[in-house]
Nanobody
Framework: QVQLVESGGGLVQAGGSLRLSCAAS????????MGWFRQAPGKDRDVVAG????????SYAEFVKGRFTISRDNAKNTVYLQMNSLKPEDTAVYYC????????????WGQGTQVTVSS
């Protein structure tokens, strides 16, 4: 089992920045591909970004490219999502997730952290 706990959400004005953190415990963190997702009220959950076990490969949804950066520190068992140039449409609950391989379903999910961007 892997337990994931997100933090760093909050209220920010449009154009501002936030850094989300996801702390993992349980099985060795470095074995897992990590992803960030978000879900706005009344909408489906969308993938935001992903990072492989070493951090050498990252991927982003088109709507965050150039604004968000995913990174990880395996020594701290933590994955980050740096969010810059935030827009009101970025308002959502953000979740981190882990899976055992670079592809396929995610096996573990955090409880989410709320990000609200005011205009």
């Amino acid at each position: 089992q892997v337990q994931l706990v997100e933090s760093g959400g909050g209220l920010v004005q449009a154009g501002g920045s936030l850094r989300l953190s996801c702390a993992a415990s349980g099985r060795p963190f470095g074995n897992y591909f990590m992803g960030w997702f978000r879900q706005a009220p009344g909408k489906d959950r969308d993938v935001v970004a992903g990072i492989n076990w070493s951090g050498s490969s990252t991927s982003y949804a088109e709507f965050v490219k150039g604004r968000f950066t995913i990174s990880r520190d395996n020594a701290k068992n933590t994955v980050y999502l740096q969010m810059n140039s935030l827009k009101p449409e970025d308002t959502a609950v953000y979740y981190c997730a882990a899976r055992r391989s670079d592809y396929g379903l995610y096996h573990y999910w955090g409880q989410g952290t709320q990000v609200t961007v005011s205009s």
